[in-house]
């Protein structure tokens, strides 16, 4: 399988960091808690969610992330689809591939379908998950590592496919406490360098691999729950983070980061933040 950048290619990503180009989001319209299918939608349940304020404060990510350059696609969105703001899960671009995964929940199945008929129209090839339970919310990519959190969305055999079509790389389980929904709650990479990590959710097996290879912001059980890990690295040291997790965007600039801050406190009631809101198609490599 081709995963090598050239000049032109309509799709590349090799990593969670490098210089984002062209990102797929969904505006959150038809956005409501109507099955609990994680732990944060637990809690807000009854409050809900304002969906004209979320469609506010998804408008002012997207404003900014086209202000540093990034192109944005917007796909189409449908009432019966009310966590389709959460673009992440539906795929995740490795090398010149774009993977469509198999979403578990039943209220997000056929979500991935909006994605393949867009794929088709702009005549980006993608390659079908269809037979493995994956999202996108636990693929973490750095470079010939890609990290894989095995939870009750995504499966050992998925890991194993992904392995087996990817030969040159390094496709790593991680197991990891499976109330946090996704990897990328508990564990983000976010330059060569760093990363962030929850420990609480993760085992110290690789908790000690992840302190081999990064140097560790650890996030408190607080902005845990606020979404502290699942930032968006833009590329260029910037990141887009929550105004509300004061500690992560502290040690994210004593670390040399340009923290954007953007307020998505709407829409992480439903369990995702930026990283989760986002699938990059293109990054282009530093």
């Not at 081709?2 to 989001?25: I, M, R």
């Not at 691999?209 to 408190?220: H, K, P």
Request: net charge negative; with cysteine.
């Amino acid at each position: 399988m081709e995963t090598q950048p050239h000049k032109g290619k309509l799709a590349y990503c090799n990593s969670e960091y490098d210089s984002l180009q062209k990102v797929v989001l969904c505006e959150p319209h038809y956005m409501t808690i109507r099955d609990v299918i994680n732990e944060t939608q637990k809690q807000y349940k009854n409050e809900g969610i304002n969906i004209d304020k979320a469609v506010e404060q998804h408008g002012r990510f997207v404003k900014e992330l086209r202000s540093q350059g990034v192109e944005v696609v917007l796909l189409p969105y449908h009432e019966k689809f009310p966590e389709q703001v959460f673009t992440r899960d539906i795929g995740f671009t490795l090398g010149q591939t774009v993977f469509i995964a198999k979403m578990a929940s039943e209220v997000r199945s056929g979500e991935e379908d909006v994605l393949k008929q867009w794929l088709d129209d702009e005549e980006i090839s993608y390659f079908n998950l269809a037979e493995d339970r994956i999202e996108g919310g636990d693929v973490i990519i750095d470079r010939n590592t890609i990290y894989v959190g095995l939870s009750n969305r995504t499966n050992r055999k998925a890991v194993e496919r992904l392995q087996s079509l990817l030969t040159q790389f390094e496709v790593k389980a991680v197991p990891f406490t499976e109330t946090y929904l996704h990897l990328d709650c508990v564990f983000n990479v976010i330059s060569p360098e760093v990363a962030l990590i929850y420990p609480e959710a993760l085992t110290k097996v690789d908790i000690d691999l992840f302190s081999s290879r990064y140097d560790l912001i650890e996030v408190s059980k607080g902005e845990q729950f606020t979404l502290g890990t699942n930032v968006l690295a833009i590329g260029d040291n910037k990141i887009f983070s929550l105004p509300v997790n004061k500690e992560v965007n502290k040690q994210l600039r004593n670390k040399g980061f340009d923290v954007i801050e953007v307020d998505i406190s709407e829409i992480i009631k439903s369990g995702g933040s930026f990283r989760c809101c986002t699938m990059p198609l293109l990054r282009k490599e530093q």
